[in-house]
């Protein structure tokens, strides 16, 4: 099977770079002028497309993190949908970030849910550490060539330890066979670019393994987080790519907050966001290239 929209993302990342913009929006997040006549939604929904029209020609795709949302109740999912909305409208491509984990007829309404409709996106995040039968239900999404999942392998958080670390029978760590699973399942799901639409959450806080793990996952299309602020750097980065390509790095606060770094600035919030987001993609372009 055919993905066309992993090729569409790779395309994105070799004409715009590697950022993805992490639209995690709190209300504290949003400068006052912004709530002057206007709800709560309102708000959140007018900093986030001010931040998308400032930073789409600049951004790969962008990571919605419905937890920022789901906290507001029916208000904030209704952020969320017009959010998802707008970007639709923009061409962008969603992430989803839900890191739904369950399995059976659970699974499939969740596939539902973030794959159709209102909360409609291209990729959605998955938690693949209750078994490969909690992945095969959103199989039948991406097999139609238009969907994509970034499952959690490789995680960022220091807790990653805890079990994605842990020694199986074999030898081997935990995520390591979590990932050959994926891997395996996804095979059969490739774009022309070489990547399956079956992609992994790779933090880049672990610079001793990125080079294997880059190596074993080779068809494998990273989402990564860890940069900045949980200490990864633009080096670390760069060894998660292949060419610069075959992954986005996710960046959230400090895109969306880059306006408090600067005095004076709240009401060109957006424009200090699209700042961050050049400043962040060039630095990544420089480290790849002095590989």
């Not at 569409?8 to 590697?18: A, I, M, Q």
């Not at 693949?128 to 992945?135: A, E, H, K, L, N």
């Not at 139609?144 to 970034?150: A, I, L, S, Y």
């Not at 190596?215 to 990273?222: E, S």
Request: net charge negative; aromatic share 8%; hydrophobic share 40%.
């Amino acid at each position: 099977m055919k993905s066309i929209i992993v090729d569409k993302l790779y395309k994105r990342v070799e004409e715009r770079g590697v950022v993805c913009v992490g639209l995690d929006t709190a209300l504290e997040y949003i400068p006052e002028h912004l709530f002057e006549g206007r709800s709560n939604v309102e708000a959140i929904v007018e900093f986030n497309k001010q931040i998308i029209d400032a930073t789409n020609d600049v951004a790969a795709c962008f990571k919605v993190q419905i937890a920022y949302y789901e906290a507001l109740g029916i208000d904030g999912m209704i952020a969320y949908k017009e959010t998802l909305s707008y970007l639709r409208e923009k061409d962008a491509i969603i992430v989803a970030d839900i890191k739904r984990g369950d399995i059976a007829a659970t699974a499939k309404q969740y596939a539902k849910a973030h794959f159709e409709g209102d909360f409609e996106a291209d990729f959605i995040t998955l938690s693949p550490y209750m078994g490969m039968d909690s992945i095969e239900p959103y199989v039948p999404y991406m097999e139609k060539g238009t969907k994509g999942v970034f499952t959690l392998v490789r995680t960022s958080n220091k807790g990653a330890e805890d079990i994605e670390m842990l020694k199986t029978e074999d030898g081997r760590d935990v995520y390591k066979v979590v990932g050959d699973k994926l891997k395996a399942i996804g095979d059969s799901i490739v774009g022309d670019c070489g990547y399956s639409a079956i992609g992994g959450v790779i933090g880049c806080t672990h610079v001793e393994e990125g080079i294997e793990i880059r190596k074993r996952f080779d068809n494998m299309f990273f989402l990564i987080p860890g940069y900045g602020a949980q200490g990864g750097k633009a080096t670390d980065v760069a060894m998660y790519l292949n060419n610069g390509n075959g992954g986005v790095v996710n960046s959230s606060r400090a895109i969306l907050l880059a306006y408090k770094k600067q005095e004076g600035r709240e009401k060109e919030f957006a424009l200090c966001a699209r700042e961050e987001a050049i400043r962040m993609r060039d630095e990544i372009r420089e480290a790849v290239e002095n590989i």
